[in-house]
């Protein structure tokens, strides 16, 4: 029989996946359920969704305090997941806020508490902040950390994207023929209706004109097309 409760949960979850994409309708119904629900989990959930629909709306200090509230509410009932996830969240609007300093130590927090893909995505977003402060070295160190969570948890949707950040930094120090091997692993195992392909695709030519090698980057850049 379903419960109030289950259909509460249900709503809470709906929420958070349609946070980023209908973040105004995600507020309301956060907002909504936080009213009456009582279940710890229904509760950290919903006020996780409401974190990161105020982050997708760029107001980013009350998603950076009700991201931390619900990290915190799902750390109090130990719901270690949904408090990693929050956590990360909250590292990535404190990085959209310029608050580097915090959303550094706030993505390493949130590690402890995740595992598997959520995990490799938390080291690929730290690895992501080094990158755009040029700490080169340091971004392809923890790439390669995500790469190895990746290929343990199994959790092949996220290795593209991470191999691809991985050849841009490789590229950035000037290790190119390393790059290019990374941009084609990457083009090897993406799903070529995705996204990510024409990135990849973009990379793979600049990387080929870098080393100059202008008739392959020719060729990578007309698959483009």
Known sequence: MTTRSDIDLKAA?????????DP?????????ILQTARDPETRATARYALGLAFRTEHKLEEAQRILQEAAEEARAAGLETICGQALLSLSGAYAMAGRMVEAFSVAAEAQEYLEGGDL???QAQMATFLYYQDRHEEAVTAFDSALATIEQAGAMARLPLVLANRGAALAALGRL????????????VVDHDAAQTGLILSHLG?????????PTALRWFERME
Do not use: D, K, N, P
């Open 177 to 188: 023929v390393e790059s290019q091997e990374s941009f084609e692993r990457a083009w090897e």
């Open 206 to 214: 600049w990387v080929a004109a870098l080393r100059g090698e202008l």
């Open 24 to 32: 105004l309708g995600a507020i309301a119904s956060a907002e909504r």
């Open 120 to 122: 490799a995505a938390a």
């Open 13 to 21: 979850r709906e929420a958070l996946e349609s946070s980023q994409i």
